[in-house]
Protein backbone atom coordinates (compact mmCIF):
# COMPACT_ATOMS: atom_id res chain seq x y z
CA UNK A 1 0.00 0.00 0.00
CA UNK A 2 0.96 3.63 -0.72
CA UNK A 3 0.96 5.48 2.56
CA UNK A 4 0.70 9.43 1.83
CA UNK A 5 3.47 11.93 3.14
CA UNK A 6 2.96 14.56 5.00
CA UNK A 7 5.86 16.87 3.43
CA UNK A 8 5.45 19.61 6.54
CA UNK A 9 5.78 16.86 8.98
CA UNK A 10 8.50 15.41 7.11
CA UNK A 11 10.41 18.43 7.22
CA UNK A 12 9.30 19.38 10.80
CA UNK A 13 10.96 15.94 11.12
CA UNK A 14 14.24 16.93 9.28
CA UNK A 15 14.46 20.30 11.46
CA UNK A 16 14.33 19.11 14.70
CA UNK A 17 17.10 16.55 13.43
CA UNK A 18 19.11 19.05 13.11
CA UNK A 19 18.22 20.53 17.01
CA UNK A 20 19.17 17.17 17.41
CA UNK A 21 22.50 16.95 16.49
CA UNK A 22 23.19 20.27 17.84
CA UNK A 23 22.53 19.39 21.24
CA UNK A 24 23.99 15.87 20.73
CA UNK A 25 27.17 18.21 19.76
CA UNK A 26 26.66 20.79 22.78
CA UNK A 27 27.54 17.81 25.30
CA UNK A 28 30.71 18.29 24.52
CA UNK A 29 30.79 21.80 23.92
CA UNK A 30 29.80 22.33 27.42
CA UNK A 31 32.47 19.39 28.67
CA UNK A 32 34.86 21.47 26.86
CA UNK A 33 34.13 24.82 28.42
CA UNK A 34 34.30 23.78 31.82
CA UNK A 35 37.41 22.17 31.09
CA UNK A 36 39.34 25.01 29.74
CA UNK A 37 37.73 27.66 31.86
CA UNK A 38 35.23 29.51 29.21
CA UNK A 39 32.59 29.97 31.43
CA UNK A 40 34.39 30.61 34.40
CA UNK A 41 36.31 33.43 32.66
CA UNK A 42 33.08 35.29 31.11
CA UNK A 43 31.60 34.67 34.61
CA UNK A 44 34.50 36.59 36.46
CA UNK A 45 35.93 38.92 33.64
CA UNK A 46 32.57 39.42 31.80
CA UNK A 47 31.96 39.88 28.19
CA UNK A 48 34.58 39.25 25.67
CA UNK A 49 35.78 38.75 22.16
CA UNK A 50 37.25 35.83 20.97
CA UNK A 51 40.57 36.80 21.36
CA UNK A 52 40.13 38.24 24.94
CA UNK A 53 38.35 35.06 25.92
CA UNK A 54 41.70 33.33 24.32
CA UNK A 55 44.03 35.24 26.17
CA UNK A 56 42.14 35.17 29.84
CA UNK A 57 42.15 31.20 29.35
CA UNK A 58 45.43 30.50 27.78
CA UNK A 59 43.85 28.91 24.72
CA UNK A 60 44.14 29.20 20.84
CA UNK A 61 41.50 32.32 19.55
CA UNK A 62 40.78 29.94 16.54
CA UNK A 63 38.57 27.45 18.86
CA UNK A 64 37.37 30.41 21.43
CA UNK A 65 35.44 31.99 18.30
CA UNK A 66 34.22 28.86 16.85
CA UNK A 67 33.14 27.78 20.38
CA UNK A 68 31.24 31.00 21.23
CA UNK A 69 29.63 31.10 17.96
CA UNK A 70 27.81 27.88 19.04
CA UNK A 71 26.95 28.45 22.42
CA UNK A 72 25.40 31.90 21.03
CA UNK A 73 23.44 29.93 18.53
CA UNK A 74 22.13 27.57 21.28
CA UNK A 75 21.47 30.18 23.61
CA UNK A 76 24.53 29.69 26.60
CA UNK A 77 26.02 32.49 25.83
CA UNK A 78 24.39 35.99 23.97
CA UNK A 79 26.69 38.13 21.61
CA UNK A 80 26.72 41.80 20.71
CA UNK A 81 26.92 41.88 17.25
CA UNK A 82 27.80 45.86 17.78
CA UNK A 83 31.08 45.42 20.20
CA UNK A 84 31.64 41.91 18.80
CA UNK A 85 31.53 40.46 22.64
CA UNK A 86 29.89 37.14 24.32
CA UNK A 87 28.21 37.77 27.58
CA UNK A 88 27.27 34.61 29.97
CA UNK A 89 24.18 35.92 31.57
CA UNK A 90 23.62 35.85 35.43
CA UNK A 91 21.27 32.32 34.95
CA UNK A 92 23.60 30.36 33.17
CA UNK A 93 26.80 31.65 35.48
CA UNK A 94 24.86 30.41 38.39
CA UNK A 95 24.35 27.03 36.12
CA UNK A 96 27.61 26.47 34.61
CA UNK A 97 30.17 27.91 37.09
CA UNK A 98 28.42 27.40 41.01
CA UNK A 99 28.98 24.07 41.99
CA UNK A 100 27.13 24.65 45.57
CA UNK A 101 23.95 26.05 42.88
CA UNK A 102 21.19 22.64 42.94
CA UNK A 103 20.88 23.85 39.07
CA UNK A 104 24.74 23.26 38.60
CA UNK A 105 25.12 21.14 35.21
CA UNK A 106 28.38 20.48 34.05
CA UNK A 107 28.45 17.01 35.55
CA UNK A 108 25.12 16.11 33.78
CA UNK A 109 26.43 16.90 30.18
CA UNK A 110 29.88 15.31 31.40
CA UNK A 111 28.37 12.01 32.18
CA UNK A 112 26.08 12.27 28.78
CA UNK A 113 29.30 12.69 26.80
CA UNK A 114 31.40 9.67 28.78
CA UNK A 115 28.03 7.42 28.50
CA UNK A 116 27.58 8.15 24.79
CA UNK A 117 31.60 7.60 24.35
CA UNK A 118 30.24 3.77 24.80
CA UNK A 119 27.59 3.89 21.98
CA UNK A 120 29.48 1.07 19.51
CA UNK A 121 30.37 -1.34 22.31
CA UNK A 122 26.86 -0.65 23.86
CA UNK A 123 25.36 -1.39 20.19
CA UNK A 124 27.18 -4.64 19.59
CA UNK A 125 26.12 -5.90 23.42
CA UNK A 126 22.79 -5.03 21.73
CA UNK A 127 22.81 -7.64 19.75
CA UNK A 128 24.36 -10.59 22.41
CA UNK A 129 22.79 -9.49 25.55
CA UNK A 130 26.42 -9.09 27.21
CA UNK A 131 26.49 -6.09 29.60
CA UNK A 132 29.34 -3.34 30.02
CA UNK A 133 30.13 -2.99 33.91
CA UNK A 134 30.39 0.70 35.50
CA UNK A 135 34.17 -0.06 35.89
CA UNK A 136 34.47 -0.21 31.79
CA UNK A 137 33.19 3.39 30.98
CA UNK A 138 35.52 6.62 31.37
CA UNK A 139 36.44 8.56 33.95
CA UNK A 140 33.64 11.31 32.49
CA UNK A 141 30.63 8.87 34.07
CA UNK A 142 32.00 8.27 37.17
CA UNK A 143 32.88 11.89 37.84
CA UNK A 144 30.06 13.58 35.59
CA UNK A 145 27.63 11.01 37.43
CA UNK A 146 29.61 12.89 41.16
CA UNK A 147 29.37 16.15 39.94
CA UNK A 148 25.64 16.02 38.64
CA UNK A 149 23.98 14.22 41.57
CA UNK A 150 25.95 15.86 44.47
CA UNK A 151 24.37 19.19 43.85
CA UNK A 152 20.91 17.68 44.60
CA UNK A 153 22.20 15.58 47.48
CA UNK A 154 23.25 18.85 48.83
CA UNK A 155 20.39 21.43 48.73
CA UNK A 156 18.10 18.04 49.89
CA UNK A 157 20.06 15.15 51.53
CA UNK A 158 19.92 16.79 55.23
CA UNK A 159 17.49 19.51 54.61
CA UNK A 160 14.01 17.50 53.22
CA UNK A 161 15.20 14.14 52.89
CA UNK A 162 16.41 12.88 55.97
CA UNK A 163 13.96 14.70 58.30
CA UNK A 164 10.83 13.04 56.27
CA UNK A 165 12.54 9.66 57.37
CA UNK A 166 10.47 8.81 61.19
CA UNK A 167 13.10 9.23 63.47
CA UNK A 168 15.75 8.90 61.84
CA UNK A 169 17.57 12.24 62.37
CA UNK A 170 17.63 11.97 66.43
CA UNK A 171 19.54 8.66 65.64
CA UNK A 172 21.89 10.12 64.15
CA UNK A 173 22.28 12.84 66.24
CA UNK A 174 22.62 10.58 69.21
CA UNK A 175 24.81 8.47 67.09
CA UNK A 176 24.04 5.53 65.10
CA UNK A 177 25.35 3.23 62.63
CA UNK A 178 25.16 3.93 58.91
CA UNK A 179 25.73 1.90 55.76
CA UNK A 180 26.08 3.50 52.15
CA UNK A 181 25.97 0.97 49.59
CA UNK A 182 27.12 1.92 45.81
CA UNK A 183 28.79 5.33 47.22
CA UNK A 184 31.10 5.69 44.43
CA UNK A 185 33.02 8.60 45.47
CA UNK A 186 31.35 9.72 48.63
CA UNK A 187 29.74 12.75 48.13
CA UNK A 188 26.72 11.21 50.23
CA UNK A 189 28.60 9.48 52.92
CA UNK A 190 31.02 12.76 53.04
CA UNK A 191 27.79 14.96 53.74
CA UNK A 192 26.42 13.19 56.56
CA UNK A 193 29.63 12.53 58.14
CA UNK A 194 30.05 16.24 58.39
CA UNK A 195 26.14 16.68 59.32
CA UNK A 196 26.52 13.84 62.12
CA UNK A 197 29.48 13.48 64.34
CA UNK A 198 28.50 11.05 66.50
CA UNK A 199 27.59 8.61 64.12
CA UNK A 200 30.04 6.42 62.09
CA UNK A 201 29.62 5.96 58.56
CA UNK A 202 30.70 2.95 55.93
CA UNK A 203 30.50 3.72 52.11
CA UNK A 204 30.94 0.69 49.77
CA UNK A 205 31.33 0.39 45.85
CA UNK A 206 32.36 -2.39 44.09
CA UNK A 207 34.27 0.08 41.76
CA UNK A 208 37.62 -0.18 43.24
CA UNK A 209 39.04 3.80 41.68
CA UNK A 210 35.82 5.27 43.68
CA UNK A 211 36.23 3.66 46.69
CA UNK A 212 40.16 4.66 46.09
CA UNK A 213 39.03 8.42 45.91
CA UNK A 214 36.23 8.30 48.54
CA UNK A 215 38.79 7.25 50.93
CA UNK A 216 40.92 11.14 50.13
CA UNK A 217 37.62 12.73 50.08
CA UNK A 218 36.53 12.03 53.35
CA UNK A 219 40.54 12.64 54.57
CA UNK A 220 40.45 16.16 52.67
CA UNK A 221 36.99 16.59 54.54
CA UNK A 222 38.04 16.07 57.97
CA UNK A 223 35.99 13.20 58.45
CA UNK A 224 38.37 10.42 58.32
CA UNK A 225 37.94 9.37 62.23
CA UNK A 226 33.73 8.34 61.33
CA UNK A 227 33.90 7.24 57.88
CA UNK A 228 35.27 3.99 56.35
CA UNK A 229 35.02 2.69 53.01
CA UNK A 230 35.11 -0.90 51.77
CA UNK A 231 35.41 -2.70 48.32
CA UNK A 232 32.38 -4.46 48.09
CA UNK A 233 28.97 -5.51 45.91
CA UNK A 234 26.06 -4.12 47.19
CA UNK A 235 24.74 -7.55 48.17
CA UNK A 236 27.61 -8.50 50.03
CA UNK A 237 28.79 -5.47 52.12
CA UNK A 238 30.01 -5.80 55.88
CA UNK A 239 28.93 -5.18 58.87
CA UNK A 240 25.38 -5.87 60.99
CA UNK A 241 23.19 -3.59 63.25
CA UNK A 242 23.20 -0.14 60.90
CA UNK A 243 20.22 2.04 62.75
CA UNK A 244 20.56 3.34 58.66
CA UNK A 245 21.44 1.94 55.63
CA UNK A 246 21.40 4.37 52.37
CA UNK A 247 21.44 3.66 48.52
CA UNK A 248 21.63 6.93 46.23
CA UNK A 249 20.73 6.52 42.63
CA UNK A 250 22.16 2.87 42.31
CA UNK A 251 19.44 0.43 42.84
CA UNK A 252 18.45 0.27 39.41
CA UNK A 253 22.15 -0.50 38.47
CA UNK A 254 22.40 -3.56 40.37
CA UNK A 255 22.35 -6.95 38.55
CA UNK A 256 20.18 -8.12 41.30
CA UNK A 257 17.85 -5.52 43.73
CA UNK A 258 16.49 -8.19 45.06
CA UNK A 259 19.16 -10.04 46.81
CA UNK A 260 20.64 -6.29 47.61
CA UNK A 261 17.58 -5.71 49.51
CA UNK A 262 17.60 -9.37 51.48
CA UNK A 263 21.18 -8.43 52.26
CA UNK A 264 19.95 -5.19 53.74
CA UNK A 265 17.43 -6.12 55.83
CA UNK A 266 19.65 -8.58 57.24
CA UNK A 267 22.35 -6.22 57.65
CA UNK A 268 19.21 -3.69 59.58
CA UNK A 269 19.16 -3.55 63.39
CA UNK A 270 15.20 -4.28 63.66
CA UNK A 271 13.90 -0.74 64.09
CA UNK A 272 16.44 0.71 61.06
CA UNK A 273 15.67 2.24 58.37
CA UNK A 274 16.93 1.91 54.68
CA UNK A 275 16.75 4.89 52.60
CA UNK A 276 16.32 4.55 49.22
CA UNK A 277 16.86 7.18 46.31
CA UNK A 278 16.37 6.41 42.82
CA UNK A 279 15.73 8.46 39.99
CA UNK A 280 12.23 10.70 39.09
CA UNK A 281 9.76 7.93 37.28
CA UNK A 282 6.06 7.05 37.55
CA UNK A 283 4.52 3.54 36.81
CA UNK A 284 4.12 3.48 33.69
CA UNK A 285 5.80 4.71 30.24
CA UNK A 286 3.21 7.03 29.22
CA UNK A 287 4.01 8.82 33.03
CA UNK A 288 7.75 9.43 31.86
CA UNK A 289 7.40 10.37 28.29
CA UNK A 290 8.70 13.86 29.21
CA UNK A 291 11.98 15.46 28.83
CA UNK A 292 13.96 13.74 32.38
CA UNK A 293 11.74 10.51 31.75
CA UNK A 294 13.43 11.31 27.93
CA UNK A 295 17.01 11.37 29.25
CA UNK A 296 16.50 8.71 31.94
CA UNK A 297 15.76 6.14 29.55
CA UNK A 298 18.70 7.24 27.08
CA UNK A 299 20.72 6.73 30.51
CA UNK A 300 19.38 3.33 30.85
CA UNK A 301 19.75 2.46 27.72
CA UNK A 302 23.06 3.50 27.40
CA UNK A 303 24.85 3.04 30.74
CA UNK A 304 21.96 1.40 33.62
CA UNK A 305 20.42 -1.29 31.75
CA UNK A 306 24.18 -2.65 30.17
CA UNK A 307 25.68 -2.28 34.22
CA UNK A 308 23.29 -4.51 35.48
CA UNK A 309 23.23 -6.79 32.76
CA UNK A 310 27.21 -7.12 33.50
CA UNK A 311 26.28 -8.28 36.95
CA UNK A 312 24.99 -11.66 38.43
CA UNK A 313 21.28 -11.85 37.46
CA UNK A 314 20.49 -8.85 35.66
CA UNK A 315 17.47 -7.93 36.58
CA UNK A 316 17.94 -4.42 34.35
CA UNK A 317 15.18 -2.49 36.54
CA UNK A 318 15.98 -0.01 33.73
CA UNK A 319 16.52 3.67 35.15
CA UNK A 320 12.48 4.21 34.93
CA UNK A 321 11.76 1.68 37.24
CA UNK A 322 8.72 3.37 38.84
CA UNK A 323 7.79 3.32 42.64
CA UNK A 324 6.02 -0.16 42.30
CA UNK A 325 8.82 -2.01 40.63
CA UNK A 326 11.42 -0.67 43.40
CA UNK A 327 8.20 -1.71 46.27
CA UNK A 328 7.75 -4.92 44.42
CA UNK A 329 11.76 -5.35 45.05
CA UNK A 330 11.61 -4.40 48.66
CA UNK A 331 8.43 -7.17 49.21
CA UNK A 332 10.07 -9.92 47.60
CA UNK A 333 13.37 -8.97 49.93
CA UNK A 334 10.90 -9.01 52.95
CA UNK A 335 10.52 -5.59 54.43
CA UNK A 336 6.61 -4.67 54.96
CA UNK A 337 7.01 -1.17 55.09
CA UNK A 338 7.32 1.16 52.08
CA UNK A 339 6.76 4.66 51.66
CA UNK A 340 7.49 7.61 49.55
CA UNK A 341 8.36 10.55 51.99
CA UNK A 342 10.11 13.30 49.33
CA UNK A 343 10.66 14.23 45.76
CA UNK A 344 12.85 16.75 43.47
CA UNK A 345 12.39 16.96 39.64
CA UNK A 346 14.98 14.54 39.56
CA UNK A 347 14.86 12.34 42.49
CA UNK A 348 12.18 10.12 44.07
CA UNK A 349 13.31 9.24 48.34
CA UNK A 350 11.72 6.01 49.76
CA UNK A 351 11.59 4.82 53.50
CA UNK A 352 12.16 0.89 53.37
CA UNK A 353 11.65 -0.91 57.16
CA UNK A 354 11.37 -4.71 58.20
Not at 42 to 62: F, I
Not at 249 to 276: F, I, K, Q
Request: hydrophobic residues 40%; glycine residues 10%; contains cysteine.
Amino acid sequence: MTVAIDADKLMGLVYKAVDEVGATLNAALVVMGDRLGYYQALADHGAATPAELAERTGTDEHYTREWLNAQAAGGLVEYDATSGRYTLPPEQTVALTDPSSPAYLPGFFQIALGTVNHATETIEAARSGAGIGWHEHTSDVHIGCERFFRPSYNANLLTSWLPALEGVVGELERGTTVADIGCGHGASTILMAGAFPRSTFTGSDYHQASIETARQRAADAGVGDRTSFEVAPADRFSGSGFGLVTTFDALHDMGDPVGTARHVRDALAPDGTWMLVEPMAGDHVEDNLNPVGRAYYGFSTLLCTPASLSQPVGLALGTQAGPARIRDVTKAAGFTRFRTVAQTPFNLVFEVRP
